[in-house]
C-alpha cells in the first residue's frame, strides 16, 4: 500500500520523510533556571527521532527571560544558550529526523518572578497577576527578541522556525479581542490586532531563510472572541509574508469549556488550508495510524502533528507502519524488534 503518512514532503526546500511530526510541548525541565539544554532534552528529542519521526519541534523557547511560561522553561535569549541547543539538533539529525524549534514569549501567561508583559492589562483569570500593558518601546524590544531567537536557532543549525501565536500566549493574546484592547496601531480593527504578529514575521524572515511555520489558536472558544473563519484572511496575510506553513490549534486565550474529541481541531485545520490555500498541519487527539492517514488523504491538512501519543509511544511510526501494512526503515539496532 502507498501511504501519505510514510511519503516524503517537501516545504520550503526541506524535504521530510514522513509526514508525522512531534508537536512543540513544554518539558519544564531546565532544573537550572537559565534557559539552557539539559540532559532530559537531549534524550527525549533525540528519542523520537529514533522512533522514525519525521519533523521533531522543540517545545516553547522563550525569546526573553520575563517570556517564559515558567522558570523551567528553555530559553533563546542568549548566545549562550546557542552551544546547547546545537548539540540537541546534532542529536536528532543522526538519527535521520529534522528539527525545528518554537520561538515563543509567555505574555501575561508567564509564570516568573518580576514584571509581566502584554498588550493590555487584562489578567488571565481572577486568580492571575495583572500584567503591565506594553509600551511601543516594549513591542520594538520584544520584535527584536524574536528576529534574535531566529538568528540563534539558524546558528544552532535548525532545519524549521514556529513562532507560537496560539493557546493564548503574547502574539495570541494582541490577536484575540478578548486580550487586546489596547486604543493605538496594535489594537481595535483584525488588522490592527495583526501587526505584532506581522512584525514579529517580517523580523525572523529578515534572518531567517529556511521553512517558517506559525501555530495558532483557531477558536477562543468564546462567543466574543476568533473563529477559524476569523483566522482565514490572516492566514493569507501570513502566506504573503513568506510562511510556510500554519500549525493549526485552538483555544487558551481565555478559560474555556472544550468539547475534546478525536481529531476535533482537524476541521479548522482543512478550512485554513482550503480557504487560504496554504499549507497546515493538524493536531488534536490523532491517535492512529489510519486517521492520521484519513486526514492527509482527504486533504484536511498537509502535516500531521502528534503530541501526548508520542509521550505514550516514542515509537508511534512503527506502530502506524504495522497498522497500514507497510514497511518503514528502522535503526540496525532494533531491526530484530520488527522482524516477523
Not at 546547547?84 to 518554537?102: F, P, W, Y
Not at 498588550?119 to 495583572?130: D, V
Not at 524590544?141 to 507560537?164: L, S
Not at 486565550?253 to 493538524?282: H, K
Request: hydrophobic fraction near 40%; include cysteine; charge should be negative.
Amino acid at each position: 500500500m502507498n501511504t501519505m503518512l510514510f511519503s516524503p514532503y517537501t516545504i520550503g526546500g526541506l524535504t521530510l520523510k514522513n509526514r508525522i511530526v512531534m508537536s512543540p510541548m513544554c518539558m519544564y525541565s531546565c532544573e537550572t533556571k537559565d534557559g539552557t539544554v539539559r540532559t532530559w532534552h537531549k534524550i527525549h528529542y533525540p528519542a523520537r527521532a529514533v522512533g522514525q519521526v519525521g519533523l521533531i519541534i522543540v517545545e516553547a523557547t522563550s525569546v526573553t527571560p520575563q517570556g517564559r511560561i515558567s522558570e523551567r522553561d528553555l530559553g533563546i535569549w542568549s548566545d549562550d544558550h546557542i552551544a546547547g541547543l546545537r548539540e540537541l539538533v546534532g542529536l536528532v539529525k543522526e538519527q535521520g529526523a529534522a528539527i525545528g524549534i518554537q520561538l515563543a514569549h509567555a505574555g501575561r501567561k508567564a509564570e516568573v518572578p518580576g514584571e509581566i508583559i502584554a498588550p493590555s492589562a487584562i489578567p488571565f483569570q481572577e486568580s492571575s497577576r495583572t500584567p503591565k500593558e506594553m509600551t511601543k518601546t516594549d513591542i520594538e524590544e520584544t520584535v527584536q527578541a524574536f528576529q534574535n531567537g531566529a538568528r540563534r536557532a539558524k546558528e544552532a543549525g535548525f532545519d524549521v522556525i514556529e513562532i507560537h501565536a496560539a493557546h493564548g500566549y503574547l502574539i495570541n493574546e494582541f490577536l484575540s479581542p478578548l486580550a487586546n484592547r489596547r486604543q493605538d496601531e496594535y489594537g481595535g480593527s483584525p488588522e490592527n490586532r495583526y501587526r505584532f504578529l506581522g512584525e514579529v514575521i517580517e523580523a525572523v524572515r529578515e534572518v531567517w531563510d529556511g521553512p517558517l511555520f506559525v501555530r495558532i489558536s483557531a477558536s477562543d472558544y468564546h462567543p466574543d472572541g476568533l473563529t477559524a473563519s476569523d483566522y482565514v484572511p490572516y492566514a493569507k496575510r501570513m502566506k504573503e509574508q513568506g510562511v510556510d506553513l500554519i500549525d493549526v490549534s485552538s483555544g487558551a486565550v481565555v478559560p474555556a469549556r472544550i468539547d475534546v474529541y478525536p481529531g476535533y481541531q482537524v476541521p479548522f485545520a482543512e478550512l485554513i488550508r482550503r480557504e487560504a490555500n496554504i499549507p497546515t498541519g493538524a493536531v488534536g487527539l490523532i491517535t492512529s495510524g489510519w486517521q492520521a492517514e484519513e486526514v492527509l488523504r482527504n486533504g484536511r491538512a498537509d502535516l500531521v502533528f502528534l503530541g501526548r501519543e508520542l509521550l505514550r509511544n516514542p515509537y508511534w511510526p512503527y506502530a502506524a507502519a504495522r497498522e497500514l501494512g507497510v514497511s518503514i526503515e528502522a535503526p540496525v539496532q532494533y531491526e530484530r524488534g520488527w522482524r516477523f
